[in-house]
T-cell receptor, first 114, second 114 residues
């Protein structure tokens, strides 16, 4: 089945220790997104790629970076995680640009910072 | 500016009851898209429906139905004969044409009790 896959599902990192979360998709969608979702809150968009075109949200901290080496994979790098970065990180994909299509989400990676 | 309001933070009903989740949105655009997503305890956001601003027809899918009314800027979601498996957080979201961004409401936590 075509899907969005996120690894790992649970990640524990130490304060200040860089961590990378990964996302892959078999849908062949052009657009990939990273969201941060804290407890009892709505998902918050961090950035998205349209193909290789990177689009950062204005309020996304510099501590968060992303890479998309090819259509199928996208990575979220947190350079120096703080306690406030503990959250669920959701990857999503959609076909095409323009906000028209629905987004398909992966199962998420729950990040704990100790 | 775009905004989505889900005034009901939590709803609890007994199985087999009908339940309606409210969604009110704000946008200045004439072309926009509305979505509902379900987030079960596992964490993955599951796409339920997309509706564009020019299509005010109500939609029914099994026990689920959606009522879109532009006059009141509402896109409400009704579950008929609720089941325990319907327990989840439900998010309403808005996307403006060209925005490439979903704006989520705060979500409604729905609990169906046996």
């Amino acid at each position: 089945d075509a899907m969005v896959i996120q690894n790992p599902r649970y990640q524990v990192t130490q304060f200040g220790k860089p961590v990378t979360l990964s996302c892959s998709q078999t849908l062949n969608h052009n657009v990939m997104y990273w969201y941060q979702q804290k407890s009892s809150q709505a998902p918050k968009l961090l950035f998205h790629y349209y193909d290789k075109d990177f689009n950062n949200e204005a309020d996304t901290p510099d501590n968060f970076q992303s890479r998309r080496p090819n259509t199928s994979f996208c990575f979220l790098d947190i350079r120096s995680p703080g306690l406030g970065d503990a959250a669920m990180y959701l990857c999503a994909t959609s076909r095409g640009r323009g906000g028209v299509g629905e987004q398909y989400f992966g199962p998420g990676t729950r990040l704990t910072v100790t | 500016a775009q905004k989505v309001t889900q005034a009901q933070t939590e709803i609890s009903v007994v199985e087999k009851e009908d339940v309606t989740l409210d969604c009110v949105y704000e946008t200045r655009d004439t072309t926009y898209y509305l979505f509902w997503y379900k987030q079960p305890p596992s964490g993955e956001l599951v796409f339920l429906i997309r509706r564009n601003s020019f299509d005010e027809q109500n939609e029914i899918s099994g026990r689920y139905s959606w009522n879109f009314q532009k006059s009141t800027s509402s896109f409400n979601f009704t579950i008929t004969a609720s089941q325990v498996v319907d327990s989840a957080v439900y998010f309403c979201a808005l996307s403006e044409l060209g925005a490439q961004k979903l704006v989520f409401g705060q979500g409604t936590r729905l609990t169906i009790n046996p």
